[in-house]
């Protein structure tokens, strides 16, 4: 890997973190057009650039992090499940790193998004939560919950939560909203671990630190820009077109690499 594919896969990532759309599938299926060996070096490289597309959204929602306590301990309760079944699986979950995985999880993902809202659509939800500060600590446990089955490439992160928000009765602004912060812990938690336990790459080569830094900052710069024009398309549209991508882009990679 060098400095070309880290951008490419840094634009990737940025693009799609924040997406329904899986960040991690994608970078998986873009290293593989690109001819890149699922190494434990790309795998390693796959997750810590994550670290800045989190940043980006630090950036963006600094004011309601800073003053907001309440948020915090919400974060706390949806990130407890997450952090304990990803240490116990860690070895596994690296397992399934592979285009296969991730174009069925986006197909399957993509049928569950399109169902559930054709549902909302036919059964509109009632009192509908409006804002951040109304999500509840169920609410925020069970968003929380749902990333565990984010740690199979191609299910998408944030895909993932967003579907259980709407579940939970969220709007589909504030189901976003809360994905990306939930992020935070999420991924902070998972980049420095990932990290730790693969600290011989950097030692190794001291090239790879500076690709894993210029993938990072390509990620922060794209994702500042994705996530504004996301926020400002799921406030006035559902998540179908999403759910058609993903079916898509999941069928297509199947038929390239059967």
Not at 204 to 227: R, S, T
Request: proline fraction near 3%.
């Amino acid at each position: 890997m060098d400095f070309l594919h880290a951008i490419i896969l840094g634009v990737v990532e940025g693009l799609t973190e924040f997406l329904p759309v899986s960040s991690t599938g994608h970078m998986i299926l873009t290293s593989e057009l690109l001819g890149l060996e699922q190494t434990n070096t790309l795998k390693c490289f796959e997750v810590v650039i994550q670290l800045g597309s989190i940043l980006a959204v630090v950036f963006m929602f600094f004011d309601k992090l800073r003053q907001d306590i309440n948020l915090w301990i919400k974060l706390a309760v949806g990130f407890v499940p997450t952090a304990a079944i990803g240490f116990l699986l860690y070895k596994h979950i690296k397992a399934l790193f592979n285009p296969s995985t991730v174009a069925y999880m986006l197909i399957i993902g993509g049928i569950v998004f399109i169902a559930i809202e054709l549902l909302r659509r036919k059964k509109p939800v009632q009192n509908e939560v409006a804002t951040l500060d109304d999500i509840s600590f169920k609410q925020a446990f069970i968003v929380g919950f749902s990333q565990c089955f984010a740690m199979i490439p191609g299910t998408s992160r944030s895909g993932a939560t967003i579907i259980a928000g709407l579940l939970c009765g969220l709007s589909r602004k504030v189901a976003a909203e809360f994905s990306f912060l939930l992020a935070i812990p999420t991924m902070f938690a998972a980049t420095f671990y990932d990290a730790y336990k693969n600290i011989d790459i950097f030692k190794e080569n001291l090239n790879h630190a500076f690709i894993f830094l210029l993938g990072g900052a390509v990620a922060f710069v794209v994702a500042l820009l994705a996530v504004k024009l996301f926020i400002k398309f799921v406030s006035k549209f559902d998540y179908i077109p999403f759910g058609i991508y993903r079916i898509a882009v999941g069928l297509l990679f199947l038929i390239c690499i059967l």
